[in-house]
């Protein structure tokens, strides 16, 4: 009777063994059919997804008979592209900036012989903050700012503007806007932009009564707003006198004690505020007087 329990306990043993083995196998085997699995899935994406750009990649080849789609992409739009640069190029040189367009698509400028900032082809301006060093250096990354703005604005207008039709005028200037009586419009040239308003005719078939401002883009702006009706003339004030104003709100904060704190803030943000609106010659001739006291 002991021999067969002991001999029934050897075989329990053994099948338990067999049955275990068995298990563990089937979840070895279940294990790596799931990675061997993941692998093929992956292997037959990744070869799909290669297949896939690389087909991609000749289609625009062929679309735009290009060697390299990526270079092809990025050179659409190219004669906009350098339009733009070489008129950001002319405007920053009218301001006395030194700027040049060089081979790598980029306009760079230098002040007083000093790295400035560049301006790319989408009229991002980019500088290194070593290089502003003082009011007057920043004063004039802030006219490059400016100007890349005004230019980027019209020029995306001349774009899709129509031709200004018109009795005894050319027809080489543009419909930059058009309310009520009044018109602006502009020209581009072997000089860059050139812009007006009129006054239409009664029958709107001729204009009168031109205000040219050359590549003057803010003053025709304003003159337009006027004619047109859409701003009252007397809450528009002249460079003039701005800078009246801001002489008068510096007098007041050095000079009158009785401000208080929030009238103090409130002439400080009235002076900054003129400071970004006047042109660049009337606060380098300020910073020279300065200098002079």
């Known amino acids: 009777m002991q021999r067969f329990k002991r001999d029934l306990n050897l075989c329990f043993s053994i099948f338990k063994w067999n049955f275990s083995d068995s298990a563990l196998f089937q979840r070895a085997a279940a294990a790596r059919f799931r990675i061997n699995r ?30 390299d789609w990526r270079l092809e992409m990025s050179e659409e739009n190219t004669p906009q592209k350098e339009r733009f640069l070489r008129e950001v190029e002319q405007q920053l040189l009218r301001k006395e900036l030194d700027a040049k367009l060089l081979e790598d698509g980029l306009i760079h400028i230098r002040w007083k012989e000093k790295p400035l900032c560049s301006v790319d082809r989408d009229g991002i301006v980019r500088f290194r903050p070593a290089d502003i060093t003082g009011p007057e250096v920043d004063r004039q990354l802030r006219t490059v700012i400016q100007a890349a703005g005004q230019v980027k604005e019209y020029m995306r207008i001349f774009e899709r503007a129509p031709a200004l039709k018109a009795v005894g005028l050319e027809d080489t200037y543009k419909v930059l806007a058009d309310f009520g009586d009044a018109v602006l419009a502009g020209q581009l040239g072997k000089k860059g932009a050139r812009f007006v308003t009129w006054e239409w005719d009664f029958d709107r078939q001729g204009v009168h009564v031109g205000h040219y401002f050359m590549e003057n883009y803010e003053a025709a702006k304003k003159d337009f707003a006027v004619r047109a009706g859409l701003v009252e003339s007397q809450r528009l004030f002249s460079d003039e006198q701005l800078a009246v104003i801001r002489d008068a709100c510096e007098f007041a904060l050095e000079d009158d004690a009785t401000l208080s704190y929030a009238e103090e803030k409130q002439l400080q943000s009235v002076q900054e505020q003129i400071e970004l609106l006047l042109p660049q010659e009337e606060q380098e001739q300020r910073s020279t007087m300065e200098q002079t006291m």
């Open 38 to 67: 993941r692998k093929i899935f992956h292997k037959v994406m990744g070869a799909g997804l290669l297949v896939f750009t690389n087909q991609v990649q000749r289609l625009f080849a062929l679309k735009k008979g290009a060697t």
